[in-house]
């Protein structure tokens, strides 16, 4: 199985800030990287697919990057309603996630 | 509007069953892939696995090979997870979710999940 580790596992951050997450496979996954935000007792949301392209209905403030085991989500402007955990997964083969990372208010 | 609905979900003692549904609502299940995802309590986010259009294709995490069986209804816009042989890491959330058309095992749309717990 492809392992997923996101770092950090956890940041405070105050509305307003840049903030990023990486995300790296164990082995190459070419572009087949998605990323979710999931909000407390809620279901995930898928934010970006394909490592760089933004879902529809997602806000711009969101991108992503890289390719082969090297990935970033950026949120440019973190929102009251950005706090929350994000996880990456791959679809290259069998699908599997990273561990989270839990953003929190600063 | 896309909506999925789980159901089913509840306690079961270790070495039960249970099968939980889906019902699809606001497209139609016959044109995607679709997909169960489980999460323990506290915990990250885990595939469980999907099944083609036709139902002719279905994949497993390893962890639950032989026990579980994805099937689907098209007729009925619904899906179906059938869970034997009921472990106490089994117990988890349960989200059926439908995947994108443009990338594969990437799911689009997710359900509220519904609670398994299985406990003696």
């Known amino acids: 199985d492809i392992q997923m580790t996101q770092s950090p596992s956890s940041l405070s951050a105050s509305v307003g800030d840049r903030v990023t997450i990486t995300c790296r496979a164990s082995q190459s996954i070419s572009f087949y990287l998605n990323w979710y935000r999931q909000k407390p007792g809620q279901a995930p949301n898928l934010l970006i697919y394909?490592?760089?392209s933004l879902q529809s209905g997602v806000p711009s403030r969101f991108s992503g990057s890289g390719s082969g085991t090297d990935f970033t989500l950026t949120i440019s402007s973190l929102q009251p309603e950005d706090f929350a955990t994000y996880y990456c997964?791959?679809?290259?083969?069998?699908?599997?996630f990273g561990q989270g990372t839990k953003v929190e208010i600063k | 509007e896309v909506q999925l609905v789980e159901s089913g979900g509840g306690l079961v003692q270790p070495g039960g069953s249970l099968r939980l549904s889906c019902a699809a609502s606001?497209?139609?299940?016959?044109?995607?892939?679709m997909t169960w995802v489980r999460q323990a309590p506290g915990k990250g986010l885990e595939w469980v696995g999907n099944?083609?259009?036709?139902?002719?294709?279905?994949y497993y995490v390893d962890s639950v090979k032989g026990r579980f069986t994805i099937s689907r209804d098209n007729a009925k816009n619904s899906l179906y997870l059938q869970m034997n042989s009921l472990r106490a890491e089994d117990t988890a959330v349960y989200y059926c979710?439908?995947?994108?058309?443009?990338?594969?095992?990437?799911?689009?749309?997710w359900g509220q999940g519904t609670l398994v717990t299985v406990t003696s």
């Open positions: 394909a490592a760089s």
């Open positions: 997964q791959q679809s290259y083969s069998m699908p599997t």
């Open positions: 606001g497209f139609t299940i016959s044109s995607y892939w």
């Open positions: 099944i083609k259009q036709d139902g002719s294709e279905k």
């Open positions: 979710a439908r995947q994108t058309l443009v990338t594969p095992s990437t799911p689009d749309y």
